[in-house]
C-alpha cells in the first residue's frame, strides 16, 4: 500500500496560517478517524500534535488544528512561530490493519 | 509518567541480525500493544509492525515478512524486535511507540527515544 501524499514542503511568515494536506484513500483516511499528525525537529522524537483526526494531546497548542474532508487530512498551523520549522507527518489506520505515514513536509518559518 | 526507554546503539555486518528492546513503565504493560516505526536518515517514518503484550499476538509490515520478529517479556513490562537478514538500508533509527486507544480512535503516543542501528561491513 502506498504512502499517504504530503507536499514536500510549504512556508510561511511568523504570524501568518499554513495548512498541510495529506492525501490518503477510501482505505485509510477516507474509512477511519485514526488519523495522526506528528511534529519533528532535527535530531528529535516524532511528537504528537493532532489524534483522532481533530483532538490535541494536553499541552499541545491550540494554534494546531487537524481536520478531514473525504480521503484528505489537514494539519492547520495559526500565528505561525519560529519554533514550529520542523518536519511534520501525517499517519492514518487502513483496511488492511496497517498504519501508513506520509513522507513528510518541511516546514520553513520564514 | 508513561515512558518508554529503548536499548542502546547497534552496529551489525550485513547479513547479520539485531534484537532492540523497549522497556515500558508507568502503566498496565499488557493493556497497550507496542508498533515499531523505523526512519532512515533523512528520509520520512515507516512503520514496521505490533505486538500485543497480553497475548504475544504480532502483525508485520509487508515488506519485513519473513526477516522480523516482535515478542515482549511481560515480567519486566519490555517489548522486542528482532531484524534479520540486515542489509545497508536497514540503517535507520528504530523507534518502538505504544498503541494508545479512546472509544473512536487509537494513535502513537509516547515514544521511546529511538535506538540507532547501522548495517556497515
Known amino acids: 500500500q502506498s504512502a499517504l501524499t504530503q507536499p514536500a514542503s510549504v512556508s510561511g511568515s511568523p504570524g501568518q496560517s499554513i495548512t498541510i494536506s495529506c492525501a490518503g484513500s477510501?482505505?485509510?483516511?477516507?474509512?477511519?478517524?485514526?488519523v495522526s499528525w506528528f511534529q519533528q525537529h532535527p535530531g528529535k522524537v516524532p511528537k504528537l500534535i493532532i489524534y483522532?483526526?481533530?483532538d490535541r494531546p494536553s499541552g499541545v497548542s491550540n494554534r494546531f488544528s487537524g481536520s478531514k474532508s473525504g480521503n484528505t487530512a489537514s494539519l492547520t498551523i495559526s500565528g505561525l512561530q519560529p519554533e514550529d520549522e520542523a518536519d511534520y507527518f501525517c499517519?492514518?489506520?487502513?483496511?488492511?490493519?496497517?498504519?501508513?505515514f506520509g513522507a513528510g513536509t518541511k516546514l520553513t518559518v520564514l | 509518567q508513561v515512558q518508554l526507554v529503548q536499548s542502546g546503539a547497534e552496529v551489525r555486518d550485513p547479513g547479520a541480525s539485531v534484537k532492540v528492546s523497549c522497556k515500558a513503565s508507568?502503566?498496565?504493560?499488557?493493556?497497550?500493544?507496542i508498533n515499531w516505526v523505523r526512519q532512515a536518515s533523512g528520509r520520512g517514518l515507516e512503520w514496521m509492525g505490533w505486538?500485543?503484550?497480553?497475548?504475544?499476538?504480532?502483525g508485520y509490515a509487508r515488506q519485513f515478512q519473513g526477516r522480523i520478529s516482535m515478542s515482549r517479556n511481560t515480567a519486566i513490562t519490555t517489548a522486542y524486535m528482532e531484524l534479520r537478514s540486515l542489509r545497508s538500508e536497514d540503517t535507520a533509527i528504530y523507534y518502538c511507540?505504544?498503541?494508545?486507544?479512546?472509544?473512536?480512535?487509537?494513535?502513537?503516543?509516547?515514544w521511546g527515544q529511538g535506538t540507532l542501528v547501522t548495517v556497515s561491513s
Open positions: 511507540a505504544r498503541w494508545s486507544c479512546s472509544s473512536t480512535s487509537c494513535w502513537l503516543d509516547p
Open positions: 508507568g502503566y498496565i504493560f499488557t493493556e497497550y500493544d
Open positions: 505486538v500485543n503484550p497480553r497475548s504475544g499476538n504480532t
Open positions: 477510501s482505505n485509510d483516511i477516507g474509512r477511519y478517524s485514526y
Open positions: 483522532d483526526v481533530d
Open positions: 499517519s492514518s489506520f487502513t483496511s488492511s490493519s496497517i498504519l501508513l
